[in-house]
């Protein structure tokens, strides 16, 4: 019986930017700032630009209004993933361990400081804590099967 197949392997450029601070805890945070800033930016740009070839509308107006939303989208993303990666890093060196529990425990804290800053209520702070906590671990699980 005739059989097929697929063999191949997948993989994601590498960028690393390069700032030094003097400090690892900083390098870290600035760096995944930038890179995760990036991303946001990028992700607003390909939204915007969607919708205007899809309404065949482009305008001063709304480029202004795009540039504002990359740059509001970017710091966001940028400042949750500098948090993250900074407490993350904290952690690590309170515990002495790397290990996965330094990503939940970023996560989790992450989660809280974020929804805490944003007003959010108590309710909403705790479930944030949770989320962040289980995504954070669940990237890191992810990352070990790699």
Do not use: Q
């Not at 945070?29 to 482009?58: M, Q, R, S, Y």
């Not at 944003?118 to 669940?138: E, L, M, Q």
């Amino acid at each position: 019986m005739p059989r097929g197949g697929f063999s191949g392997s997948l993989s994601s450029p590498k960028i690393d930017v390069v700032i030094d601070m003097g400090n690892p805890f900083l390098n870290r945070t600035v760096d995944g700032f930038l890179k995760i800033g990036a991303v946001g930016a990028c992700k607003v740009a390909a939204e915007e630009t969607f919708e205007c070839l899809n309404k065949g509308d482009v305008s001063k107006h709304k480029l202004e209004h795009a540039l504002k939303k990359m740059c509001k989208e970017g710091a966001y993303w940028g400042t949750v993933a500098g948090v993250y990666v900074g407490l993350e890093y904290g952690v690590e060196r309170i515990r002495g361990h790397s290990d996965w529990k330094n990503a939940m425990i970023g996560g989790a804290l992450t989660g809280a400081l974020i929804s805490a800053a944003s007003n959010h209520h108590r309710d909403k702070v705790i479930k944030d804590a949770i989320t962040g906590g289980a995504v954070a671990t669940a990237v890191e699980f992810i990352n070990y099967l790699t």
